[in-house]
C-alpha cells in the first residue's frame, strides 16, 4: 500500500498504522507519541499528541478525513496522504494538546529523576509555549509506593495507559488500573497486588514521564551523569539482554534496551533490574546508541577520565578549589 | 394535529401491563414479522420507513442494521441504550415508564431482523424505578411466551435481558456501554473496529436508543412506505420531544418531525408558551451538548425561514445559525435567563462526567468550567472569554468519543451568540447569584 507522508511516498504492508508507516520514512515525518507502546497491543488512542491530517483518504476514495486522527491508532489505505509537521493545523492541535498535559503536571523536572530522559520535557519543549495559560490551583496526589521497589509520583502521570497494558498482558487478566473519572482519575494502588510477578519492573520502564520511577535508583544521579551500557548476562527467567547505567565502576540502575523511539526493546525480569547491580554481573558489550540531541549525549562518557581531568584542569586555571577539597 | 404512533395510548388506564398493552394492539408486530415475513424484510421495511437512530446522531436504522456483520457461527447481539443521561432529555424514561412493553415489543421484532438470540436493555442506574418496571414487564412477556423458546410456535427463540449501569453519563456511548455492559470501566473503545463488526464480547452488536427500537412495532404494522408518510423530507415519522425549562407546559411530547417550533413553543397543544408572560430568550434544541440559539434563530433560520422540528432544518445554517435535533431535550429559556449561568451548569457537568481517557477531554473540560466559574463569581476579565474559545477549540475534534465536542459545543455556541453577555459581567464584576446550587444539592443529600 502506497502512503504519502509529508510529501514522502512509502510503500507498506496491509495494516499498518499511520504512524508506523512515518516511523518508517524517519524522524523527519514522524509524529511524537506518548501513550502508543509498539510491544503493547492496544496501545495509543490516548494522549493525542501524534494527531495527523489525513488530506486523502484512499486512491478509491480521496475525500479528506473530517478531523485529525490519531496515527497511532489507524491504518493506511492505499493511496492515502497524510500531512504532518507540514500542516499548521496539526501543529495547532498538537501544541494544544501538549499545553493541556501540562496543565495540571507539576513541572518538578529539577526533583524529577526522569529529567533527562522524558518524553514530556521533549515534547513540551518542542511543542509546549513558553508561559502557561492556566492559573488555577494543580491537581495534587499523595506519592505512593507501588511494591518495594516502585514509587508512583501521580501528579506526574499523562494517564497514558502503557502501564496498565504491560501489567495486563505480562499478567493473567489483567483489567483495572485506573480508578476514578475524568481528571480526577489515578493509576490504582491495587496495581500493587496485581504486578506481584517477575517482570512488574517493566513499568517503570514504559512510563514515558516521571510517574512511576525505581526506588533502587531515585535522586541517586541525574541521569546525563550517568553512562549507558548495553549488557547481557545469562538469565534463566529473561533475555537477559539490558541496559546497565554506569557511574565509574558502580551500576547505578539496570533498565531495558530502548529502541530509537525510546520504546522498550525486550522487557526484563526483576532479577536482572534489582539484584544484578555489579559490574561483574554484566557483560558488557559497548555503549548504548544515545540520540545526538539527548542531554545524555552530552556526557562524551568514553573519555570520562579525561573529561575529569579537564574539569580539574580547568577549576584550577580558574582559581576555584575543587569541591571535596574545600576548607 | 400530527399523527401519533409511540406514546398515542400513554393515557390508558393499565397500559403498563401486557394484558392492557396486548388489548390495544400490542405484539401485533411480533406476530406479523414472525409469521409473515423473513428477517431481511423486516430490516427492509425499517429501511424503506427512513427511520432515523432517535438517540442523538439520527444515523439511519436500516442502513446501521445493514452493515451487521453476520459470519457464520457467531453470536449477534441487539443492545438497547436506555442510559438517557444528557441533560434536559427524559423521553426514554416516560416511554419505559408508561408502556413497557412497547420496548419490550421493539426487542423482539429488532432481534428477529437482525438475528439476535440474546438482547440487552442497558438502564440507567439512577432510573431504579423505571428498572422495576421493565423487569415486570419482561416476566409477563415470558409467561405469557412472548420471550423464551419457540415464540409464537416458530422457530424464533429470544432472551432478554436487563442490565442496570452504575450513574455514569459516559456509558451513554454505545461503545463504553458495551464496556460497562462487560462488566469492565465504562471507557469508550477506539474504533474502528464498530460494534457491529466486533461490539458485546467481540461479537457483531446493534446499539440502538430506546425510542428507535419502540418505532420499529408502528414501522411493521403500517409498513415501511406508510411510516414514511409521516413527518418531513429525510425526517421521517415522530419525535419524542423532551420539553422543560421556562414553559407553560413542561412534559414529554410525541410530535411529527416538521412541525414549526414557533408552534410546538407557543401552542396550547404543547409547551403553552413562556411562563409567566416573559419573552422568549434563546432554545438548547436537542440536549446540553447542541448548541444553544437565540429566540429570532431558533424561531426563524438565517434566510428567514419559518424553523422547523426536523433534522434538516434545525441543523440548517450549520454551527454558525443553526445547532441539531439531537436526542430531542428541548429547554426553552425566558429573557430573564443567564446564559453564562446556564453554561456554568453544563460545563460543570461535562467535566464530571468525563471518562479521563483522553488529554484534550480529561484536562479541558475541568479548565473550561473553572474559568466559566471566574464569571459567575466575578472575577472574569474580557480575555477570558477568548481564551474560552481557544480552549474549546482545542478539544473539539481531538478527542477518542464525541463528549469532547459534546463539552466543547455548548462553550461554543454561547459565546458565539451571547458574547456580550460574558463581556458584561467580566466588566461588572458582580457575583452571579448561583445559590440555587446550594439549595439542589442539599436535597440531592
Ligand atoms: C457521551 C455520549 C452519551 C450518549 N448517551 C446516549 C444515551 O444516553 N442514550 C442513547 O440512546 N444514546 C446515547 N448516545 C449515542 C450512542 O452512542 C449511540 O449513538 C446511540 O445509542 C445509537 O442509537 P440510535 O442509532 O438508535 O440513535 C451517547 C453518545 C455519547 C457520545
Ligand atoms: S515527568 Fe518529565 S516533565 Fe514532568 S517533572 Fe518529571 S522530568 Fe519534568
Ligand atoms: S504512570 Fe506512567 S505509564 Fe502509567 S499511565 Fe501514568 S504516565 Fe502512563
Ligand atoms: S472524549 Fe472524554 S469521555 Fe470521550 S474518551 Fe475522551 S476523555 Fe473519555
Ligand atoms: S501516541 Fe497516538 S494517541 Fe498517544
Given at each position: 500500500?502506497?502512503?504519502?507522508?509529508?510529501?514522502?511516498?512509502?510503500?507498506?504492508?496491509?495494516?499498518?498504522?499511520?504512524?508506523?508507516?512515518?516511523?518508517?520514512?524517519?524522524?523527519?515525518?514522524?509524529?511524537?507519541?506518548?501513550?502508543?507502546?509498539?510491544?503493547?497491543?492496544?496501545?495509543?488512542?490516548?494522549?493525542?499528541?501524534?494527531?495527523?491530517?489525513?488530506?486523502?483518504?484512499?486512491?478509491?476514495?480521496?475525500?479528506?478525513?473530517?478531523?485529525?486522527?490519531?496515527?497511532?491508532?489507524?491504518?493506511?489505505?492505499?493511496?492515502?496522504?497524510?500531512?504532518?509537521?507540514?500542516?499548521?493545523?496539526?501543529?495547532?492541535?498538537?501544541?494544544?494538546?501538549?499545553?493541556?498535559?501540562?496543565?495540571?503536571?507539576?513541572?518538578?523536572?529539577?526533583?524529577?529523576?526522569?529529567?533527562?530522559?522524558?518524553?514530556?520535557?521533549?515534547?513540551?519543549?518542542?511543542?509546549?509555549?513558553?508561559?502557561?495559560?492556566?492559573?488555577?490551583k494543580r491537581r495534587e496526589f499523595e506519592v505512593i509506593d507501588i511494591g518495594d521497589k516502585i514509587k508512583?509520583?501521580?501528579?506526574?502521570?499523562?494517564?497514558?495507559?502503557?502501564?496498565?497494558?504491560?501489567?495486563?498482558?505480562?499478567?493473567?487478566?489483567?483489567?483495572?488500573?485506573?480508578?476514578?473519572?475524568?481528571?480526577?482519575?489515578?493509576?490504582?494502588?491495587?496495581?500493587?497486588?496485581?504486578?506481584?510477578?517477575?517482570?512488574?519492573?517493566?513499568?517503570?520502564?514504559?512510563?514515558?514521564?516521571?510517574?512511576?520511577?525505581?526506588?533502587?535508583?531515585?535522586?541517586?544521579?541525574?541521569?546525563?551523569?550517568?553512562?549507558?551500557?548495553?549488557?547481557?548476562?545469562?538469565?534463566?527467567?529473561?533475555?537477559?539482554?539490558?541496559?546497565?547505567?554506569?557511574?565509574?565502576?558502580?551500576?547505578?540502575?539496570?533498565?531495558?534496551?530502548?529502541?530509537?523511539?525510546?520504546?522498550?526493546?525486550?522487557?526484563?525480569?526483576?532479577?536482572?533490574?534489582?539484584?544484578?547491580?555489579?559490574?561483574?554481573?554484566?557483560?558488557?558489550?559497548?555503549?548504548?546508541?544515545?540520540?545526538?540531541?539527548?542531554?545524555?549525549?552530552?556526557?562524551?562518557?568514553?573519555?570520562?577520565?579525561?573529561?575529569?581531568?579537564?574539569?580539574?584542569?580547568?577549576?584550577?586555571?580558574?582559581?576555584?578549589?575543587?569541591?571535596?577539597?574545600?576548607? | 394535529?400530527?399523527?401519533?404512533?409511540?406514546?398515542?395510548?400513554?393515557?390508558?388506564?393499565?397500559?403498563?401491563?401486557?394484558?392492557?398493552?396486548?388489548?390495544?394492539?400490542?405484539?401485533?408486530?411480533?406476530?406479523?414479522?414472525?409469521?409473515?415475513?423473513?428477517?431481511?424484510?423486516?430490516?427492509?421495511?425499517?429501511?424503506?420507513?427512513?427511520?432515523?437512530?432517535?438517540?442523538?446522531?439520527?444515523?439511519?436504522?436500516?442502513?446501521?442494521?445493514?452493515?451487521?456483520?453476520?459470519?457464520?457461527?457467531?453470536?449477534?447481539?441487539?443492545?438497547?441504550?436506555?442510559?438517557?443521561?444528557?441533560?434536559?432529555?427524559?423521553?426514554?424514561?416516560?416511554?419505559?415508564?408508561?408502556?413497557?412493553?412497547?420496548?419490550?415489543?421493539?426487542?423482539?421484532?429488532?432481534?428477529?431482523?437482525?438475528?439476535?438470540?440474546?438482547?440487552?436493555?442497558?438502564?440507567?442506574?439512577?432510573?431504579?424505578?423505571?428498572?422495576?418496571?421493565?423487569?415486570?414487564?419482561?416476566?409477563?412477556?415470558?409467561?405469557?411466551?412472548?420471550?423464551?423458546?419457540?415464540?409464537?410456535?416458530?422457530?424464533?427463540?429470544?432472551?432478554?435481558?436487563?442490565?442496570?449501569g452504575g450513574g455514569a453519563y459516559i456509558c451513554g456511548e454505545e461503545t463504553a456501554l458495551l464496556e460497562s455492559l462487560e462488566g469492565?470501566?465504562?471507557?469508550?473503545?477506539?474504533?474502528?473496529?464498530?460494534?457491529?463488526?466486533?461490539?458485546?464480547?467481540?461479537?457483531?452488536?446493534?446499539?440502538?436508543?430506546?425510542?428507535?427500537?419502540?418505532?420499529?412495532?408502528?414501522?411493521?404494522?403500517?409498513?415501511?412506505?406508510?411510516?414514511?408518510?409521516?413527518?418531513?423530507?429525510?425526517?421521517?415519522?415522530?419525535?419524542?420531544?423532551?420539553?422543560?425549562?421556562?414553559?407553560?407546559?413542561?412534559?414529554?411530547?410525541?410530535?411529527?418531525?416538521?412541525?414549526?417550533?414557533?408552534?410546538?413553543?407557543?401552542?396550547?397543544?404543547?409547551?403553552?408558551?413562556?411562563?409567566?408572560?416573559?419573552?422568549?430568550?434563546?432554545?438548547?434544541?436537542?440536549?446540553?451538548?447542541?448548541?444553544?440559539?437565540?429566540?429570532?434563530?431558533?424561531?426563524?433560520?438565517?434566510?428567514?425561514?419559518?424553523?422547523?422540528?426536523?433534522?434538516?432544518?434545525?441543523?440548517?445554517?450549520?454551527?454558525?445559525?443553526?445547532?441539531?435535533?439531537?436526542?430531542?431535550?428541548?429547554?426553552?429559556?425566558?429573557?430573564?435567563?443567564?446564559?453564562?449561568?446556564?453554561?456554568?451548569?453544563?460545563?460543570?457537568?461535562?467535566?464530571?462526567?468525563?471518562?479521563?481517557?483522553?488529554?484534550?477531554?480529561?484536562?479541558?473540560?475541568?479548565?473550561?468550567?473553572?474559568?466559566?466559574?471566574?464569571?459567575?463569581?466575578?472575577?472574569?476579565?474580557?480575555?477570558?472569554?477568548?481564551?474560552?474559545?481557544?480552549?474549546?477549540?482545542?478539544?473539539?475534534?481531538?478527542?477518542?468519543?464525541?463528549?469532547?465536542?459534546?463539552?466543547?459545543?455548548?462553550?461554543?455556541?454561547?459565546?458565539?451568540?451571547?458574547?456580550?453577555?460574558?463581556?458584561?459581567?467580566?466588566?461588572?464584576?458582580?457575583?452571579?447569584?448561583?445559590?440555587?446550587?446550594?439549595?439542589?444539592?442539599?436535597?440531592?443529600?
Amino acid at each position: 500500500m502506497k502512503v504519502t507522508i509529508d510529501g514522502i511516498e512509502i510503500d507498506v504492508p496491509k495494516g499498518t498504522t499511520i504512524l508506523q508507516a512515518a516511523r518508517m520514512i524517519g524522524p523527519e515525518v514522524a509524529p511524537p507519541a506518548m501513550c502508543y507502546h509498539s510491544k503493547l497491543k492496544t496501545s495509543g488512542g490516548y494522549c493525542r499528541t501524534c494527531i495527523v491530517k489525513v488530506t486523502q483518504g484512499s486512491a478509491a476514495n480521496p475525500t479528506p478525513m473530517p478531523k485529525p486522527v490519531a496515527s497511532c491508532r489507524t491504518e493506511v489505505m492505499d493511496g492515502m496522504v497524510v500531512e504532518n509537521f507540514i500542516n499548521k493545523e496539526v501543529l495547532e492541535a498538537r501544541k494544544g494538546v501538549v499545553e493541556f498535559l501540562l496543565i495540571n503536571h507539576p513541572l518538578d523536572c529539577p526533583v524529577c529523576d526522569q529529567a533527562g530522559e522524558c518524553k514530556l520535557q521533549d515534547l513540551g519543549y518542542e511543542n509546549g509555549a513558553a508561559s502557561t495559560r492556566y492559573e488555577f490551583k494543580r491537581r495534587e496526589f499523595e506519592v505512593i509506593d507501588i511494591g518495594d521497589k516502585i514509587k508512583l509520583h501521580m501528579n506526574r502521570c499523562i494517564l497514558c495507559y502503557r502501564c496498565v497494558k504491560t501489567a495486563d498482558q505480562i499478567t493473567n487478566d489483567r483489567v483495572h488500573g485506573v480508578i476514578s473519572r475524568g481528571d480526577a482519575s489515578e493509576i490504582s494502588t491495587y496495581i500493587e497486588n496485581v504486578i506481584d510477578n517477575d517482570f512488574s519492573g517493566n513499568v517503570i520502564d514504559v512510563c514515558p514521564v516521571g510517574a512511576l520511577t525505581d526506588k533502587t535508583f531515585r535522586f541517586k544521579q541525574r541521569v546525563w551523569f550517568t553512562k549507558p551500557v548495553d549488557a547481557h548476562r545469562d538469565c534463566k527467567v529473561c533475555s537477559g539482554k539490558s541496559r546497565v547505567w554506569l557511574k565509574g565502576e558502580e551500576v547505578l540502575r539496570v533498565t531495558a534496551r530502548k529502541d530509537q523511539w525510546d520504546e522498550v526493546e525486550e522487557f526484563i525480569c526483576n532479577s536482572c533490574r534489582y539484584d544484578h547491580k555489579k559490574t561483574s554481573d554484566w557483560v558488557i558489550e559497548g555503549p548504548s546508541p544515545v540520540n545526538r540531541n539527548s542531554v545524555i549525549s552530552q556526557n562524551h562518557y568514553e573519555h570520562l577520565n579525561q573529561l575529569k581531568l579537564q574539569v580539574l584542569k580547568q577549576q584550577k586555571a580558574l582559581g576555584f578549589m575543587p569541591l571535596d577539597k574545600k576548607p | 394535529m400530527g399523527r401519533k404512533v409511540l406514546i398515542q395510548n400513554d393515557k390508558i388506564p393499565g397500559i403498563n401491563t401486557l394484558e392492557v398493552y396486548r388489548a390495544n394492539g400490542g405484539y401485533a408486530s411480533v406476530e406479523k414479522a414472525l409469521k409473515t415475513m423473513t428477517p431481511d424484510q423486516v430490516t427492509d421495511e425499517v429501511k424503506k420507513s427512513g427511520l432515523r437512530g432517535r438517540g442523538g446522531a439520527g444515523f439511519p436504522t436500516g442502513l446501521k442494521w445493514s452493515f451487521l456483520a453476520k459470519p457464520e457461527g457467531v453470536a449477534r447481539y441487539l443492545v438497547c441504550n436506555a442510559d438517557e443521561s444528557e441533560p434536559g432529555t427524559f423521553k426514554d424514561r416516560y416511554l419505559m415508564e408508561k408502556i413497557p412493553h412497547a420496548l419490550i415489543e421493539g426487542m423482539i421484532t429488532a432481534s428477529y431482523a437482525l438475528g439476535a438470540k440474546v438482547s440487552y436493555i442497558y438502564i440507567r442506574g439512577e432510573y431504579f424505578y423505571v428498572l422495576r418496571i421493565i423487569e415486570k414487564a419482561i416476566a409477563e412477556a415470558y409467561e405469557a411466551g412472548w420471550l423464551g423458546k419457540n415464540i409464537l410456535g416458530t422457530d424464533f427463540s429470544h432472551d432478554c435481558y436487563v442490565q442496570v449501569g452504575g450513574g455514569a453519563y459516559i456509558c451513554g456511548e454505545e461503545t463504553a456501554l458495551l464496556e460497562s455492559l462487560e462488566g469492565k470501566r465504562g471507557n469508550p473503545r477506539i474504533k474502528p473496529p464498530f460494534p457491529a463488526v466486533a461490539g458485546l464480547w467481540g461479537c457483531p452488536t446493534v446499539v440502538n436508543n430506546v425510542e428507535t427500537i419502540a418505532a420499529v412495532c408502528p414501522i411493521i404494522n403500517m409498513g415501511g412506505e406508510e411510516y414514511a408518510k409521516i413527518g418531513i423530507g429525510k425526517s421521517t415519522g415522530t419525535k419524542l420531544i423532551s420539553a422543560s425549562g421556562h414553559i407553560n407546559k413542561p412534559g414529554v411530547y410525541e410530535i411529527e418531525l416538521g412541525l414549526p417550533v414557533e408552534e410546538f413553543i407557543f401552542s396550547e397543544e404543547y409547551c403553552g408558551g413562556i411562563r409567566n408572560g416573559k419573552k422568549l430568550k434563546a432554545v438548547v434544541a436537542g440536549g446540553s451538548s447542541v448548541p444553544i440559539l437565540p429566540a429570532d434563530l431558533i424561531l426563524k433560520t438565517a434566510n428567514g425561514e419559518p424553523r422547523l422540528m426536523s433534522y434538516e432544518s434545525l441543523s440548517d445554517g450549520g454551527f454558525i445559525t443553526g445547532t441539531m435535533l439531537g436526542s430531542g431535550g428541548f429547554i426553552v429559556m425566558d429573557e430573564d435567563t443567564s446564559i453564562v449561568k446556564n453554561l456554568f451548569t453544563f460545563a460543570r457537568f461535562y467535566h464530571h462526567e468525563s471518562c479521563g481517557q483522553c488529554s484534550p477531554c480529561r484536562e479541558g473540560t475541568g479548565w473550561m468550567e473553572k474559568i466559566i466559574h471566574k464569571f459567575i463569581n466575578g472575577t472574569a476579565n474580557e480575555s477570558d472569554v477568548d481564551l474560552l474559545w481557544d480552549i474549546q477549540s482545542k478539544i473539539e475534534g481531538k478527542t477518542i468519543c464525541p463528549l469532547g465536542e459534546a463539552a466543547a459545543w455548548p462553550v461554543a455556541a454561547a459565546i458565539r451568540h451571547f458574547r456580550q453577555e460574558f463581556i458584561d459581567i467580566a466588566k461588572s464584576k458582580k457575583f452571579v447569584d448561583i445559590s440555587h446550587y446550594n439549595r439542589l444539592n442539599k436535597i440531592v443529600a
